[in-house]
């Protein structure tokens, strides 16, 4: 409540919280409040990706996976090249295997499947949530991984200050 009394006291802090569960509550709660003090206007809803935070020995298991995350590849794997996103389209735990598929740099989905042996390249990807985020006009945002084709480094900070349709890089 003493965050949202004082306009320089949100404009320049960051509110630190000890779950994911209690920072989307406390950030659904205060933008909630700006939105009705009209600071920030609703938004639109966007597509955004959410970490997986899968551990060192879960990110091993297939059962650790669901269809529609995405995949992001840090190294090589087979024919797909470091740097790579993919849908995974299904997981097997008896095989502990994953079937993707690639997309490509305009965000469609390519047809051909691949096929992931989780013991053995599971250190090479990063898994990621799909989620549905409203971005509006005056709220802020961090970015929480780089991104070179939009020259976005981990941990900046910014404001929307341009309501648009649509982003996809």
Request: cysteine-free.
């Amino acid at each position: 409540k003493d965050y949202l009394e004082d306009r320089e006291k949100w404009v320049n802090t960051i509110v630190l919280t000890a779950t994911n569960k209690d920072r989307t509550d406390l950030n659904s709660s205060i933008r909630s409040s700006l939105i009705e003090r009209k600071i920030v206007d609703a938004g639109t809803s966007f597509l955004t990706l959410q970490g997986a935070n899968l551990s060192g020995s879960k990110q091993r298991f297939a059962d650790s996976y669901s269809s529609g995350q995405r995949v992001f590849f840090q190294k090589p794997s087979g024919d797909i090249t470091q740097g790579s996103e993919a849908e995974v389209v299904s997981v097997d735990p008896k095989t502990n295997t994953m079937s993707i598929k690639i997309i490509s740099a305009k965000g469609e989905k390519q047809d051909e499947l691949h096929t992931i042996d989780l013991f053995k390249d599971a250190k090479k990807i990063q898994a990621f949530n799909v989620v549905h985020k409203k971005f509006g006009v005056g709220d802020s945002i961090i970015t929480l991984k780089n991104d070179k084709l939009l020259k976005l480094e981990n941990g900046k900070i910014g404001t929307v200050i341009l309501q648009v349709l649509s982003i996809r890089y």
